[in-house]
């Protein structure tokens, strides 16, 4: 059975950082796309970055403006989002998600990804 375990989320102040953790079981995330996005309340969700773990190209969204960083651990079968500079903004829970493949351009799309976690809240006060 296939599980994504997210971790790291919290409440911080403006301008203070968070770790995310999507953590896989049941699946080998190794050679396929892991994505993270969020959703804020009234929101549609929003893509927020995604990995090709094979080729290691990375992917953000606009409003990231080099705040974020997604990195992955494959001994852990772990992906990590690293959040810097977090704005009120940000506030949102945070879902990673992961499919076989998908071709680079429908990285931001939800309906790209097979497997969901069941989030992790963050939320940023100013």
């Known amino acids: 059975q296939v599980q994504l375990v997210e971790s790291g989320g919290g409440s911080v102040q403006a301008g203070g950082s968070l770790r995310l953790s999507c953590a896989a079981s049941?699946?080998?995330?190794?050679?396929?796309?892991v994505g993270w996005f969020r959703q804020a309340p009234g929101k549609e969700r929003e893509a927020v970055a995604a990995?090709?773990?094979?080729?290691?190209?990375?992917f953000y969204g606009d409003f990231v403006k080099g705040r974020f960083t997604i990195s992955q651990d494959n001994a852990k079968n772990t992906v990590y989002l690293q959040m810097d500079s977090l704005k009120p903004e940000d506030t949102a829970m945070y879902y990673c998600?992961?499919?076989?493949?998908?071709?680079?351009?429908?990285?931001?799309?939800?309906?790209?990804?097979?497997?969901w976690g069941q989030g992790t809240q963050v939320t940023v006060s100013s």
């Open positions: 998600a992961a499919v076989s493949f998908l071709f680079a351009y429908m990285w931001s799309r939800p309906g790209s990804y097979a497997y």
């Open positions: 049941g699946y080998n995330v190794s050679r396929n796309y």
């Open positions: 990995i090709n773990r094979s080729g290691g190209s990375t």
